[in-house]
């Protein structure tokens, strides 16, 4: 990606436009000479964050979507039966 040269407004506010797509809030990492460094977050409501903190789960999860963006996929039918559950 090409340099982009931003410059902060009368209050010190830098806009990221597109940059910041998909990102919830930055921390900034500040060197000894100046530079500062933006780290993306994107934050998850509470009741998925479950998963995050469960290893097995999530790593079950991810090979899940390995298999299937491998091709590696069942058809199981319909759980229409069990919508009202």
Do not use: C
Not at 3 to 18: N, Y
Not at 36 to 41: A, G, S
């Amino acid at each position: 990606m090409p340099v982009q040269i931003v410059r902060p407004d009368s209050k010190g506010r830098v806009t990221l436009g597109a940059l910041a797509a998909g990102v919830s809030s930055y921390t900034i990492e500040e060197s000894k000479d100046g530079t500062l460094i933006l780290h993306p977050h994107v934050e998850i409501p509470a009741k998925e964050a479950w998963i995050f903190k469960n290893r097995k789960a999530l790593g079950s999860v991810k090979k899940g979507l390995e298999q299937s963006a491998r091709g590696e996929v069942k058809e199981l039918g319909s759980f229409a039966a069990y919508a009202d559950e």
